[in-house]
């Protein structure tokens, strides 16, 4: 399967801990963007990256948040002191180029205790 | 205040019937596109329309762009229980510097029933 893959699918934790997800992206793909959900709602932008600069953040993204590629192929997301209200599906797209579709992966349900 | 307004967000019908979700927002987009989703899931692609007036088909499902490429549409014929999902629209704001990111409506939540 070549699409893009997220790690994991599923994480529990309690409030105050950091949790860190992975997203590895279609390897042709240089751009690469995380976005949350929450129950109801459409996805939210979070964040972008073409290749390993990151080049926009939301509001949404507190100092809490921080999203790497280091090596311009797979990204991070950790959430540090994680609160109820980062409860949500964190979900990860990639694409080729400006305005070309973009490919989402499963997502990462996270629920905090 | 959503920048794209999806409705409507319930929609539950029998099987057989036609439906039409709307896209409305007072922005232009340089491209919109439509998704569905399935609980626990992420969104899948299902067309992107990118010029005012553009009309495309996907087997039962009708994609259509407005003139303005403010507003689109997604028409389901002869709807089946498989169509059974969340719908979301999706739009890149024209201009500026958006880096193509996706500025979603909220979603629709169809439920056809056998």
């Known amino acids: 399967d070549t699409g893009v893959s997220q790690n994991p699918r599923h994480k529990i934790t309690k409030r105050g801990q950091n949790v860190t997800f992975r997203c590895d992206p279609i390897?042709?793909?240089?751009?690469l963007y995380w976005y949350r959900q929450t129950l109801g709602q459409g996805p939210e932008f979070l964040t972008y990256f073409q290749n390993e600069a990151q080049l926009e953040k939301s509001r949404l993204l507190s100092d809490r948040f921080s999203a790497e590629r280091p090596k311009g192929s797979f990204s991070t997301l950790e959430i540090q002191r994680t609160e109820q209200g980062d409860s949500a599906m964190y979900l990860c797209?990639?694409?080729?180029?400006?305005?070309?579709?973009?490919?989402f992966g499963p997502g990462t349900r996270l629920t905090v205790l | 205040t959503q920048l794209l307004e999806q409705s409507p967000q319930f929609l539950s019908i029998q099987e057989g019937e036609n439906l039409t979700v709307y896209c409305n927002s007072s922005?232009?987009?340089?491209?919109l596109q439509w998704y569905r989703q399935e609980p626990g899931e992420g969104p899948v692609l299902l067309v992107t329309?990118?010029?005012?007036?553009e009309v495309k088909k996907l087997k039962r499902l009708t994609f259509q762009f407005g003139d303005a490429r403010k507003d689109s549409s997604l028409h389901i014929t002869a709807a089946q229980p498989g169509d059974t999902g969340l719908y979301l629209c999706?739009?890149?704001?024209?201009?500026?510097?958006?880096?193509?990111?996706?500025?979603f409506g909220q979603g629709t939540i169809l439920t056809v029933h056998p």
């Open positions: 999706a739009g890149v704001r024209a201009g500026g510097t958006s880096y193509g990111k996706l500025t």
């Open positions: 390897s042709e793909h240089n751009r």
């Open positions: 329309v990118v010029t005012g007036g």
């Open positions: 922005s232009v987009f340089s491209s």
């Open positions: 797209a990639s694409s080729r180029t400006r305005g070309d579709e973009q490919f």
